[in-house]
Nanobody
Framework: QVQLVDSGGGLVQAGGSLRLSCAAS????????MAWFRQAPGQEREFVAA????????YYTDFVKGRFTISRDNAKNTVYLQMNSLKPEDTAVYYC??????????????????WGQGTQVTVSS
């Protein structure tokens, strides 16, 4: 049974940093693309970043480029999201997701097979 457990969220002031983690179990982690999405109150869940299962290539949405970094440790079955220079508009519940289709990691929610439970990130101004 595949399980993704998100952690690392919290309250931080604008300009601060947080590192999110997503620990996977019940799956061959290295065979899965991994991604982070986020959902703010009243808004749809949106793509943040993804990392390829094969070559480790990374993909980011424009509003986090240069501030967020996604990485993975296949030995620990864990994907990370390092978030720097946080802004109040980054406030949301952050979810990790996994899927293993061919090609680059997708960026739409319906294309992901497995989801974490989410971790709240709140950035105060």
């Amino acid at each position: 049974q595949v399980q993704l457990v998100d952690s690392g969220g919290g309250l931080v002031q604008a300009g601060g940093s947080l590192r999110l983690s997503c620990a996977a179990s019940g799956m061959t982690f290295s065979r899965y693309h991994m991604a982070w999405f986020r959902q703010a109150p009243g808004q749809e869940r949106e793509f943040v970043a993804a990392i390829s299962r094969s070559d480790g290539n990374t993909y980011y949405t424009d509003f986090v480029k240069g501030r967020f970094t996604i990485s993975r440790d296949n030995a620990k079955n864990t994907v990370y999201l390092q978030m720097n220079s946080l802004k109040p508009e980054d406030t949301a519940v952050y979810y990790c997701a996994a899927e293993r289709r061919l090609g680059p990691p997708p960026q739409r929610t319906h294309e992901y097979d497995y989801w974490g439970q989410g971790t709240q990130v709140t950035v105060s101004s």
